[in-house]
């Protein structure tokens, strides 16, 4: 009836692949495992036949996760040659070509493949994601087929496959359990959840939706860390939840930087004054009577003066040594242009799990004889100290507390290891990078233990195990029955507080073992719920003596009760020490952080208070809620909200989205699989490099190395700096060619001769310009970086000032040159060459003088110039290149020059040094409203 049936139908037509919504995808947790192997017409016992499995796979497709359609390498060569600027460059290599001018030529193409090269090996790394992700399928899977067990390549499982788990397999696809025996299901990696999470087959109410309260379910990718449980397949491939990650992967575009969309716009506003200049340069040469052929020459040579061909070198070269410096500071980037992104960050979502806190369960609280006890340490380091009221304390002398880490260390299947350096494991004894293998419950109070000095090692010298009672997720406890070198046998019980206690008839309190009383049992609850309020995850611990007439009853039953109740433990998945700081840093630079986790809300909401991100009068959502929201009420309150818990994948992708469409510049941290799609999505997605998946790193633009979250503040303020450089520059640059296009066209409007020839004006664009510019790309971040709020990514490159700072500059260095042309000019009316030579150096050194001007949104003397040793060097190389082309006899006629005399330069030094001096004292008598956009 079952396995062979041809009467099955699968419920979507074959080849489609739409998203399911969240009802279908849950629509299993509330059928009885009955129901669910009678929709798939598989009897339990004896699964799918194999011709069955085989049409079956015909029709749905392997269990794979797809990649989508793949570009070429070719076509993604090419598409690095569709940007503006990129064009604009090329055209600008072409004009050059045809004047024969090839230096010129060859160095843009130079630029442009380098930044072609730069972009096609970036774009080949980001879309690793789904490759990534298919690493987490399962290999092989145990499936019932026929009524024999068989280990089969997971990618042949289908719908109605029964298949069997254990601890140590990694689910092939999602499953509905059937049945389970002690099963736990680390799912971090997929739900954000610190822990393990039990599994049983009982069915769950609808409208428990949420994936990581999905108890009767398994997802593809998960890892079973302890017992086993057999299961049908309800979804394969696509159709998982894992696929429906790979899917919002491949749909979801990269967010374009605001530094590209800047750039994109000041190449189009380039081109259009290129074009303007050099039919109005020419226009007017040739009505004041000049050759036709040289006005257009240098008409030609003021438009390719007017493109700063350097620029997209000058800015990958800046952005190359900002990664470097970002390396040292334990943040990789993987995206070049990403890295000024985080410059105007407004928002960092940030994963909980791992990323703001150590993804270690450790025991912070314990209540023992009446008092509470703090436990300090880091993470599964065996070191820490025990405190009560303020003082420190040894467990040796307080025994209610050494019992409590005694049944700790051996009522426990964990073990506390070492990683060799080499990747190696080694048992414990004094090594660096410690670990646990097998549940981190066990390992936090295996850790406590050790800060003691009770390790399994000493206590096993002491105690032999003869019989243990397994946790199980229906009794809630763990005993281990002991016997003592003389004999002595005891029983050491851990377990959920509530069940515990009722196992318990006395308690040891205030230093005596006491009957347990009703008002004494309503103490312990009470601060059960305290803990519990803390976020803190509470284990109860008790014994039991055996007596000599006992020594033979072991069953469960009859050994866990009679108890002593000894005490309870608090422990969680602590924050990063450094994390705070981190936080308020963020907050000072108005950065908003949000915490967004597939946890419980009250773990949650412990965490993001204890680290500052639950403001007072934040608000906390959950994942049903935002479930229920629709898009404008969320709008309306994205901003408001401090805290997402027990949310999906699609929930985070769709937080993201709504903090990018409120004008948003928005970070995404995150380590597990479930945070790619999201990741990808955000203006800066980030990983972690320890704790991270594969799947997480490939779709990030920058990884933590140390996954570190203050690491993140160090990026940003590093980001902020390097846009910082590239506005001075592009200021720099801009101003400089101002002040040459001026000078030429204001010379054509007053009738004088050209004051600049064709291959001066490309000389100072290559040369004066690019080595002055290059070194303002490594200028030290000023000290109040932090200190100010990001700044607008929609907001020009032309902003704060800037704008201000290229029209006046360039202005003065236009007319100080022409001036200083004129001058000379007057003077020697039949030494033309000699007046532009003058001309040519005026140009230069007021330009060499202003990059220092660049330096500051004020005036040039708001800095030291030798914070800067780099860009002291290239000015002294540019003005010793400017003599050699001056006084170097073959150059001389190469660039139409002719050596200078004492007047001369003085006349040079002072027409030069004029700009900035004239430009502060405008910078005083700006308009106010000016004054404080510059300052904001």
């Known amino acids: 009836m079952f396995a062979g049936s041809s009467e099955y139908i699968y419920n979507r037509q074959l080849g489609q692949r739409e998203e399911r919504n969240l009802s279908d995808s849950a629509r299993w947790i509330d059928w009885e495992a009955e129901k669910v192997t009678a929709h798939f017409r598989v009897d339990p016992s004896v699964g799918l036949s194999e011709e069955e499995a085989q049409k079956r796979l015909k029709q749905v497709g392997t269990n794979q996760l797809s990649e989508g359609e793949k570009i070429s390498l070719l076509a993604l060569f090419v598409d690095q040659f569709k940007d503006f600027m990129v064009l604009v460059l090329l055209a600008a290599t072409l004009i050059s070509g045809l004047l024969g001018e090839y230096?010129?030529?060859?160095?843009?193409?130079?630029?442009?493949?380098?930044?072609?090269?730069?972009?096609?090996?970036?774009?080949?790394?980001a879309e690793k994601s789904l490759s990534a992700l298919k690493k987490l399928s399962a290999p092989t899977a145990r499936v019932l087929r026929n009524g024999k067990w068989l280990r089969l390549d997971a990618s042949k499982l289908v719908?109605?496959?029964?298949?069997?788990?254990?601890?140590?397999?990694?689910?092939?696809?999602?499953?509905?359990?059937?049945?389970?025996?002690?099963?736990?299901?680390?799912?971090?990696?997929?739900?954000?959840?610190?822990?393990?999470?039990?599994?049983?087959?009982?069915?769950?109410?609808?409208?428990?939706?949420?994936?990581?309260?999905?108890?009767?379910?398994?997802?593809?990718?998960?890892?079973?860390?302890?017992?086993?449980?057999?299961?049908?397949?309800?979804?394969?491939?696509?159709?998982?939840?894992?696929?429906?990650?790979?899917?919002?992967?491949?749909?979801?575009?990269?967010?374009?930087?605001?530094?590209?969309?800047?750039?994109?716009?000041?190449g189009k506003?380039?081109?259009?004054?290129?074009?303007?200049?050099?039919?109005?340069?020419?226009?007017?040469?040739?009505?004041?009577?000049?050759?036709?052929?040289?006005?257009?020459?240098?008409?030609?040579?003021?438009?390719?003066?007017?493109?700063p061909e350097g620029l997209p070198a000058i800015v990958t070269i800046a952005l190359a040594l900002g990664v470097q410096r970002m390396i040292k500071r334990k943040a990789i980037v993987r995206k070049l242009p990403s890295v000024e992104t985080l410059g105007c960050a407004t928002v960092i979502c940030s994963d909980k799990t791992g990323t703001l806190t150590q993804n270690k369960m450790m025991v912070t609280r314990i209540w023992a004889d009446g008092r509470k006890v703090t436990v300090s340490g880091n993470g599964y380091i065996p070191e820490g100290a025990f405190a009560c009221q303020g003082r420190e304390i040894n467990p040796s002398d307080f025994q209610p507390l050494r019992r409590i880490l005694e049944i700790s260390v051996l009522c426990n299947n964990a073990s506390l290891l070492q990683e060799k350096e080499k990747g190696g494991l080694l048992k414990i004894k004094k090594q660096v990078n410690w670990l646990i293998d097998g549940d981190?419950?066990?390992?936090?109070?295996?850790?406590?233990?050790?800060?003691?000095?009770?390790?399994?090692?000493?206590?096993?010298?002491?105690?032999?195990?003869?019989?243990?009672?397994?946790?199980?997720?229906?009794?809630?406890?763990?005993?281990?029955?002991?016997?003592?070198?003389?004999?002595?046998?005891?029983?050491?019980?851990?377990?959920?507080?509530?069940?515990?206690?009722?196992?318990?008839?006395?308690?040891?309190?205030?230093?005596?073992?006491?009957?347990?009383?009703?008002?004494?049992?309503?103490?312990?609850l009470r601060l059960n719920e305290e803990f519990a309020g803390m976020a803190l995850r509470n284990l109860a611990f008790a014994y039991r003596e055996i007596t000599g007439k006992e020594r033979d009853v072991h069953s469960d039953l009859s050994a866990e009760s009679q108890l002593t109740f000894v005490?309870?433990?608090?422990?969680?998945?602590?924050?990063?020490?450094?994390?705070?700081?981190?936080?308020?840093?963020?907050?000072?630079?108005?950065?908003?952080?949000?915490?967004?986790?597939?946890?419980?809300?009250?773990?949650?909401?412990?965490?993001?208070?204890?680290?500052?991100?639950?403001?007072?009068?934040?608000?906390?959502?959950?994942?049903?809620?935002?479930?229920?929201?629709n898009d404008e009420e969320f709008l309306k309150k994205v901003n408001d909200i401090d805290v997402y818990a027990r949310v999906s994948p699609e929930h985070k992708l769709r937080i993201v989205k709504a903090l990018q469409k409120t004008g948003h510049v928005v970070a995404m941290t995150g380590d597990g699989v479930n945070d790619a799609p999201a990741i990808k999505a955000a203006d800066i997605g980030i990983a972690m490099g320890i704790s991270g998946t594969d799947v997480s790193k490939e779709a990030s633009s920058l990884v933590l190395a140390d996954d570190n979250f203050a690491t993140i503040v160090a990026a940003i303020e590093e980001g902020r700096s390097i846009y910082d450089n590239i506005r001075k520059f592009i200021s720099y640059l801009l101003a400089s060619n101002v002040g040459e296009i001026l000078v030429m066209f204001l010379a054509m409007l007053a009738g004088l001769p050209l004051p600049l020839v064709p291959i001066q004006i490309l000389w100072v664009n290559l040369v004066t310009d690019g080595l002055p510019a290059m070194a303002l790309g490594v200028d030290p971040a000023q000290v109040n970086s932090m200190d100010r709020p990001p700044r607008n990514s929609r907001e020009s490159v032309f902003a704060r000032g800037v704008g201000w700072k290229i029209?006046?500059?360039?202005?003065?260095?236009?007319?100080?040159?022409?001036?200083?042309?004129?001058?000379?000019?007057?003077?020697?009316?039949?030494?033309?060459?000699?007046?532009?030579?003058?001309?040519?150096?005026?140009?230069?050194?007021?330009?060499?003088?202003?990059?220092?001007?660049?330096?500051?949104?004020?005036?040039?003397?708001n800095r030291t110039p030798f914070d800067n040793r780099a860009l002291v060097l290239a000015v002294i190389s540019s003005a010793l290149l400017l003599l050699g082309v001056i006084y170097y006899p073959p150059l001389q006629p190469i660039f139409h020059t002719v050596p200078l005399g004492f007047r001369e330069w003085i006349l040079v030094l002072v027409t030069s040094t004029l700009p900035v001096l004239i430009a502060g004292l405008l910078d005083q008598i700006r308009p106010a409203s000016l004054k404080k956009a510059v300052q904001g």
């Not at 069997?164 to 997929?190: C, I, Q, W």
């Not at 936090?444 to 002491?462: D, H, I, N, P």
């Not at 140009?843 to 005036?859: E, K, N, P």
Request: aromatic share 6%; with cysteine; proline share 4%.
């Open 103 to 125: 230096t010129d030529a060859i160095a843009i193409i130079a630029i442009v493949l380098l930044n072609a090269i730069l972009g096609f090996v970036q774009e080949v790394r």
């Open 159 to 266: 719908p109605g496959d029964i298949v069997h788990m254990e601890s140590g397999d990694r689910l092939p696809a999602d499953v509905r359990f059937l049945k389970t025996e002690n099963l736990y299901v680390e799912e971090s990696a997929l739900t954000g959840e610190s822990v393990p999470v039990a599994k049983n087959p009982a069915r769950l109410p609808r409208q428990d939706v949420s994936l990581g309260d999905r108890k009767n379910m398994g997802y593809m990718g998960t890892m079973a860390v302890r017992g086993k449980g057999v299961g049908v397949v309800v979804h394969t491939g696509m159709d998982t939840e894992m696929g429906k990650i790979a899917h919002l992967i491949e749909s979801t575009d990269t967010a374009e930087t605001p530094l590209q969309r800047r750039l994109e716009q000041l």
């Open 269 to 307: 506003v380039l081109i259009v004054v290129a074009l303007i200049l050099t039919a109005v340069v020419v226009i007017t040469g040739i009505l004041h009577g000049h050759d036709v052929y040289k006005m257009f020459l240098a008409g030609v040579s003021l438009a390719v003066a007017a493109i």
């Open 440 to 524: 981190p419950t066990e390992g936090a109070l295996l850790v406590a233990g050790a800060k003691a000095g009770l390790t399994s090692e000493y206590l096993s010298e002491e105690w032999k195990r003869v019989k243990e009672f397994p946790f199980d997720s229906e009794r809630k406890m763990m005993s281990v029955l002991l016997e003592r070198k003389d004999g002595r046998q005891v029983l050491y019980t851990k377990g959920a507080p509530d069940i515990l206690l009722a196992k318990c008839t006395r308690i040891v309190y205030q230093e005596k073992t006491v009957p347990l009383t009703d008002s004494l049992r309503a103490e312990i």
């Open 567 to 629: 005490g309870l433990a608090g422990m969680i998945d602590p924050p990063r020490e450094e994390v705070k700081e981190a936080i308020r840093i963020c907050h000072r630079a108005g950065i908003k952080t949000a915490m967004i986790t597939g946890d419980h809300q009250a773990t949650a909401m412990a965490i993001a208070t204890e680290l500052g991100i639950l403001r007072p009068g934040g608000l906390t959502l959950n994942g049903r809620d935002l479930y229920n929201m």
């Open 807 to 861: 029209v006046t500059r360039g202005l003065l260095i236009g007319l100080c040159s022409l001036a200083a042309f004129w001058v000379t000019y007057s003077e020697f009316p039949d030494d033309l060459v000699k007046a532009q030579t003058v001309a040519f150096s005026t140009l230069v050194f007021a330009q060499l003088i202003y990059v220092f001007d660049c330096r500051s949104t004020g005036s040039i003397f």
